[in-house]
């Protein structure tokens, strides 16, 4: 594929603690690139998925939840999503069927007067009611009313092949900016140190709703089941 005819572009997804962006960016990569749990905030650093094909790559940024910087690791992910903003061909923002609380008026205002293209996906539509579905498109529509608006389901795959159609016809003409087989711009230690982080959160979890609760309930049981995964997954890492 000549360079002429070749699409490559930054394709930036931001969204509140918690919407799905991890899950969305593992359902487009076909990898589990990303960190996900029912925790908010577990999405600590900025993290490059590449899709790569003949004809295009997709290079996609999994930011920290937009929230206010309370303290100094929030005050980080906040600077890491102003860094995207920046550097963005394309702008994916995430919310979830239901939530009606707006972003703030300056976040606003500076994501309406964005010249790159920008979407909104209404995440976890597979837990929601048509009705609902219908109140929040009106609501994000008088918020951003240029900006077209998707439902999805990230966790399901739905609407996921067809965003991968919208980048690439809205990516700019370019050379790749990675080599072709490489998947991530992250170290395979990077996902070994987020892996054992997340085992750790998920132990206590499993010892203070097992042992200390003094009973198994289906929390314990789920932890239980995300503790082997995760040690599954950080293997599987260590050994691509």
């Known amino acids: 594929m000549s360079d002429n005819k070749h699409r490559s572009g930054f394709v930036s997804i931001i969204g509140r603690p918690n919407v799905g962006k991890s899950t969305l960016i593992n359902s487009l990569m076909k990898e589990k690139l990303s960190i996900i749990t029912s925790k908010a905030q577990t999405t600590r650093h900025r993290i490059r998925g590449i899709i790569n094909e003949d004809d295009y790559q997709i290079v996609l940024s999994d930011t920290p939840g937009i929230l206010d910087p309370s303290y100094k690791l929030q005050e980080a992910m906040m600077k890491f ?11 994916v923002i995430v919310e979830e069927v239901g939530n009606k609380e707006s972003f703030d008026e300056s976040m606003i ?21 048509q009705e609902d579905l219908e109140e929040s498109i009106d609501h994000w529509k008088s918020i951003f009313p240029n900006i077209n608006i998707y439902p999805v389901s990230a966790i399901k795959g739905f609407f996921v092949d067809e965003l991968i159609e919208i980048f690439k016809e809205k990516l700019p003409l370019s050379p790749p900016f990675f080599p072709k087989d490489q998947f991530t711009d992250r170290p395979e230690r990077f996902f070994v140190n987020e892996s054992i982080i997340l085992i750790k959160q998920l132990i206590a979890i499993y010892v203070f709703t097992n042992i200390i609760g003094g009973k198994t309930s289906q929390k314990c049981l789920c932890c239980r089941f995300l503790i082997i995964h995760s040690i599954q997954l950080m293997c599987h890492k260590s050994v691509k």
């Open 109 to 129: 205002q500076k994501l309406n007067s964005f010249k790159i293209p920008i979407i909104l996906l209404i995440n976890k539509i597979d837990l929601s009611t």
């Open 81 to 91: 999503i102003k860094e995207t903003l920046i550097d963005s061909d394309f702008l």
